[in-house]
């Protein structure tokens, strides 16, 4: 299923709760939007916030509270928005030094929702500092489920290099003793629902599992049967490069990102499209590699919507570089708007529609 969308998949880790998984799989995240019939929250929503909005109205649930589980370093959340439109709570982390209203939250603290829903916050840093995960359970049960964010993975843990070389060292031994205390701390049945690892730049490998509990991580993670010196050796020497754009997201982040604007932006002619070419600006064919080797308008670049196209556009573009979008249809300007924004690409200068030659 296309990532405009939420993934059909959902879980049941305790009676009467459903959670439903938002899939972003240009970047390889999932966000959750959890509920028991009639109050739900959310962990790490990504900025394209109408899909959260689409869910809550299709499952006729309420949203209450919104969960950041750090500051992200890989896209640019909608927990704001999604909050600020729905009159939802938005806790982040106490320590976080953001820019914003929020609930400040911290380890160990417990927030009930509705009558069926407890959820505890826990200390897990080394993707960064400040990294909470998020603990599920009935009010007077065992936790069922845990949101972990960039912490525990499946199969992986999230990188501890993205807040540059002078903190990895000191991160990667603090995500390692992080995976145990969430082993230690809870139930072998325990469900894990991580953010990062479906091919994000922000996990530290891939796996290819789509699901996982605590029993099946302490059996298959590196990070957990591993000691801590074998961990750090092979994580570090594993650790490729990440997108250039990443150094936007945190600051982004931390300021209080807006609901994004995804209408069409003004409709560019060939006469305006070889002006932004001639000036130095991004004019950027949308088709795929084959379709554009086959012809294209000169100057234009091509970042196929069928790649991952956002990831690697963010990673080579210059930064505040005007864009200009080249889509055989609006639908595919559309969906191409949808992936910039979520890495703070607010708003392209232009677009056209239909082959070279129009």
């Known amino acids: 299923m296309p990532d405009t969308a939420a993934d059909q998949h959902h879980a049941a880790p305790l009676p009467g709760v459903t959670v439903r998984v938002i899939d972003t799989a240009s970047l390889g995240d999932r966000s959750y939007l959890v509920h028991d019939g009639t109050v739900a ?26 969960f950041e589980t750090h500051i992200h370093n890989d896209y640019v959340t909608g927990g704001l928005a999604l909050a600020q439109a729905t009159g939802a709570t938005y806790l ?17 603290d417990a927030i009930d ?4 829903m407890r959820i505890r916050a826990i200390h897990t840093p080394g993707h960064t500092f400040t990294h909470l995960s998020y603990a599920l359970s009935q009010h007077d049960g065992e ?39 969430l082993a230690d701390d809870l139930p072998d049945t325990t469900g894990v629902f991580p953010t990062h690892g479906f091919g994000s730049f922000c996990s530290a490998t891939q796996s290819e599992a789509t699901e996982s509990t605590i029993g099946q991580e302490k059996r298959a993670n590196p990070v957990l049967t591993q ?22 997201m945190a600051p982004a982040n931390a300021a209080g990102p807006g609901a994004p604007d995804l209408s069409l932006p003004e409709q560019a002619d060939a006469t305006e499209l ?15 590699r084959t379709a554009f080797a086959a012809g294209h308008a000169p100057g234009t670049l091509n970042f196929g919507l069928d790649g991952s196209f956002s ?9 505040g570089t005007p864009l200009t979008l080249l889509g ?31």
């Open 274 to 288: 070889r002006r932004r070419i001639d000036a130095g600006e991004w004019v950027v064919d949308l088709r795929t």
């Open 92 to 108: 982040v982390n106490a320590d976080d030094q953001v820019s914003f209203d929020r609930t400040p939250i911290r380890d160990g």
């Open 143 to 181: 936790p069922a489920a845990v949101f972990t964010g960039g912490s525990l993975l499946y199969g992986a843990t999230g990188r501890p290099d993205l807040l540059g070389p002078q903190h990895t060292h000191t991160l990667v031994r603090h995500q390692h003793a992080s995976a145990h205390k």
């Open 227 to 248: 000691n801590e010196q074998d961990y750090v050796r092979d994580l570090l020497a594993g650790l490729g490069a990440w997108p250039a754009y990443y150094v936007h």
């Open 41 to 66: 929250f959310v962990v790490d929503p990504q900025r394209d916030i109408d899909r959260v909005l689409d869910l809550l109205e299709t499952d006729g649930v309420r949203l209450t509270h919104v």
């Open 311 to 319: 990831t690697y556009l963010g990673w080579l573009i210059e930064w």
């Open 328 to 358: 055989q249809t609006a639908a595919d300007v559309a969906q191409a708007q949808r992936e910039l924004v979520r890495i703070g690409i607010d708003r392209p200068a232009a677009h056209a529609t239909g082959g070279p030659r129009e």
């Open 113 to 116: 929702i509705g009558t069926q």
